[in-house]
């Protein structure tokens, strides 16, 4: 499959409305959900869990929607050839580098939660654990001024899982995507940031 904005929901094969968008079984054999649907069930006889349930599994598809990028590049800057090229006076600003990276894995662990509120009461948290493996090859990086400017081309594949709580409700291997072309990423990304990066991720190599 070709594509350059992937993220973990098309990794996944995810998509919204589908039925098979979760593994329902498992998800409502769950003893997490279970005991959430008891608890549903004795605050109010109108609480339709089916109804519930399929809100959830459209809250658990959107844990999918998380740029590729977003995973990638915290791992990335940990490379020290790659970081070398923040250094402004070995690599002046108007320098552009390509740089092709050798395969690599990068491993990355997310941790939302879902809690459902009824009437002003709060049940407990559902709280989930997404992971993904992804082994990328052949990926050229454009750098400039210290940035990340444009992912040139490369292959990610790979394999994940979704928790709830402790138990597997997804697993599954990923097919092979190309990235092809050139994803361009505006300004650029920092290799400096120092902001907080919402996913943790660290490489494998």
């Given at each position: 499959?070709?594509?350059?904005e992937l993220?973990?929901?098309?990794?996944f094969?995810?998509?919204?409305?589908?039925?098979?968008?979760?593994?329902?079984?498992?998800f409502?054999?769950a003893?997490?959900?279970?005991?959430?649907k008891?608890k549903?069930?004795?605050k109010?006889?109108l609480?339709r869990?089916?109804?519930?349930k399929?809100?959830?599994?459209?809250?658990?598809?959107?844990?999918f929607?998380?740029?590729?990028?977003?995973?990638l590049?915290?791992?990335?800057?940990?490379?020290?050839?790659?970081?070398e090229?923040?250094?402004p006076?070995?690599?002046?600003?108007?320098?552009?580098?390509?740089?092709?990276?050798?395969?690599?894995?990068v491993?990355?662990?997310?941790?939302?939660?879902?809690?459902?509120?009824?009437?002003?009461?709060?049940?407990p948290?559902?709280?989930f654990?997404?992971?993904?493996?992804?082994?990328?090859?052949g990926i050229?990086?454009?750098i400039?001024?210290?940035?990340?400017?444009?992912?040139?081309?490369?292959?990610v594949?790979?394999?994940?899982?979704?928790?709830?709580?402790?138990?597997?409700?997804?697993e599954?291997?990923?097919?092979s995507?190309d990235?092809?072309?050139?994803?361009?990423?505006g300004?650029?990304?920092?290799?400096?940031?120092?902001d907080?990066?919402?996913?943790?991720?660290?490489s494998?190599?």
């Amino acid at each position: 499959m070709s594509k350059t904005e992937l993220n973990m929901k098309d990794l996944f094969g995810m998509e919204r409305g589908k039925g098979a968008v979760v593994e329902r079984e498992k998800f409502d054999n769950a003893k997490s959900a279970t005991e959430l649907k008891d608890k549903l069930a004795k605050k109010s006889k109108l609480i339709r869990w089916d109804a519930v349930k399929d809100v959830m599994a459209e809250k658990t598809v959107e844990m999918f929607d998380i740029p590729l990028v977003k995973v990638l590049f915290p791992a990335w800057k940990k490379y020290r050839e790659i970081m070398e090229f923040a250094d402004p006076e070995k690599h002046p600003p108007r320098e552009t580098s390509l740089i092709s990276l050798a395969e690599h894995t990068v491993k990355t662990d997310h941790h939302p939660y879902l809690q459902v509120s009824y009437r002003g009461f709060q049940f407990p948290k559902l709280d989930f654990t997404l992971s993904a493996e992804l082994t990328l090859q052949g990926i050229v990086l454009r750098i400039q001024d210290g940035k990340i400017k444009e992912i040139k081309e490369g292959t990610v594949k790979g394999k994940g899982s979704l928790l709830l709580e402790k138990e597997l409700v997804i697993e599954r291997p990923f097919g092979s995507y190309d990235l092809p072309g050139s994803f361009d990423l505006g300004d650029g990304i920092p290799l400096q940031d120092s902001d907080a990066e919402h996913a943790s991720a660290r490489s494998g190599r």
